[in-house]
């Protein structure tokens, strides 16, 4: 996949075909296949009377099972008719993304509506942690009765410190890097985008995208369907 690093390229090849990380480095340099590394940058903004809440991963973004640890965070697209707000939910367990909520604004029901369709999805856990950035949408009142209604706990990061919410920043820079920084988007308008941010999320990603945190490289659901195998023919 030319959206692939170069540790993925050579781990996707049949084992006859490997070469070195080096070797492999090289020939992504001669065909202009390495990927270009980008800043992550927050658009939440933090709401200086708002009580935060306690990191309660403290970087620590890997997890035995699912809905045990999520991590979420909004990013924007900017389009032909202005600019479209991505609110997505991420499993720590496997990396999917089990919620997300699109809409023109970033406000705090974007970020309940992911929520809601993470729950709707793949049903809720008592004392699921779901961790965040100090964003004044989740310091919302809105957003921490919704936790509350759920029997979840919040988490939350650092004020500016993309490291405290790493993995949910890294989800956003493969979506930019597989799908928008690939799509004249500045030309389409949002609707356009959104089918498109749609489709790689739930038939590429979630289903099909190696992703190196997962054992044997899995993609997501697939890692997720294996381990509800397992559990029930333990049961």
């Known amino acids: 996949h030319p959206a692939y690093g170069v540790r993925s390229m050579i781990e996707a090849l049949s084992e006859r075909l490997k070469p070195s990380y080096g070797k492999g480095y090289i020939i992504c340099r001669e065909y202009g296949l390495l990927q270009k590394r980008r800043k992550p940058h927050g658009i939440t903004k933090a709401n200086p009377k708002a009580l935060p809440a306690e990191d309660l991963l403290k970087g ?8 045990t640890k999520w991590l979420t ?36 029901p974007l ?66 890097k597989d799908l928008i920084y690939r799509l004249p988007v500045y030309k389409m308008n949002r609707a356009e985008v959104r089918h498109y941010i749609f489709e790689w999320t739930e038939t590429y990603y979630n289903r099909k995208r190696r992703h190196t945190s997962n054992e044997q490289n899995l993609p997501p659901l697939v890692k997720r369907k294996l381990f509800q195998e397992q559990i029930q023919a333990a049961a």
């Open 60 to 67: 620590d973004f890997k997890s035995e099972t699912p809905n």
């Open 111 to 176: 970020c309940t509506s992911a929520l809601n369709s993470a729950v709707k999805r793949y049903g809720k856990t008592e004392g699921l942690i779901v961790h965040s950035d100090r964003g004044s949408q989740f310091t919302s009142h809105l957003f921490r009765e919704t936790l509350a209604n759920k029997g979840f706990r919040q988490s939350m990061g650092r004020t500016g410190n993309c490291f405290d919410n790493a993995r949910m920043e890294s989800f956003f820079a493969t979506l930019k």
């Open 73 to 108: 965070d909004i990013t924007e697209m900017k389009c032909l008719d202005g600019k479209l707000y991505l609110c997505a939910v991420l499993d720590c367990f496997d990396a999917s993304i089990v919620g997300f909520s699109m809409d023109i604004n970033m406000k705090t």
